[in-house]
């Protein structure tokens, strides 16, 4: 929790340095929150590490179909990333392109799962055919 403590601190501090810098160069400003929004996004990544390796193992315990573990760990990330191109989006005053960049999001997921939209007909097909 030291590593969580320090990354919001860190956070704080860039939304603070970017408040004041919004009077003098908006440009910096928005560097100053990419910055710390990938910095804290990197940190978000190490506390992700060991909830793959959970899921690996519950995996391999469950004898789970690898590609579709993949497409929701592949999903979620996809979410992650479009929700924080979409805040940074709206912060910067491109409230249009956030919303854009969450339809890509969605429509990347979509894409996602259209192996698990298959499997869900053949299996809804074959039940269909035994009755």
Do not use: H, W
């Not at 810098?21 to 400003?29: H, I, Y």
Request: proline share 2%; with cysteine.
């Amino acid at each position: 929790m030291e590593l969580f403590m320090k990354a919001a601190g860190a956070a704080l501090i860039a939304s603070v340095l970017g408040l004041a810098l919004s009077k003098q160069s908006k440009d910096m400003q928005i560097l100053l929150v990419i910055a710390g929004c990938c910095m804290v996004a990197g940190i978000a990544a190490t506390f992700l590490r060991p909830v793959l390796e959970l899921l690996g193992q519950l995996q391999a315990m469950g004898n789970l179909n690898s590609e579709l573990t993949g497409i929701l760990i592949r999903a979620a990330g996809i979410g992650l990333v479009s929700e924080l191109a979409c805040m940074i989006c709206t912060d910067s005053g491109n409230a249009s392109l956030g919303k854009t960049v969450q339809l890509l999001g969605s429509a990347a997921v979509l894409y996602l799962a259209i192996p698990v939209f298959r499997g869900l007909i053949e299996l809804i097909q074959g039940i269909l055919e035994g009755v």
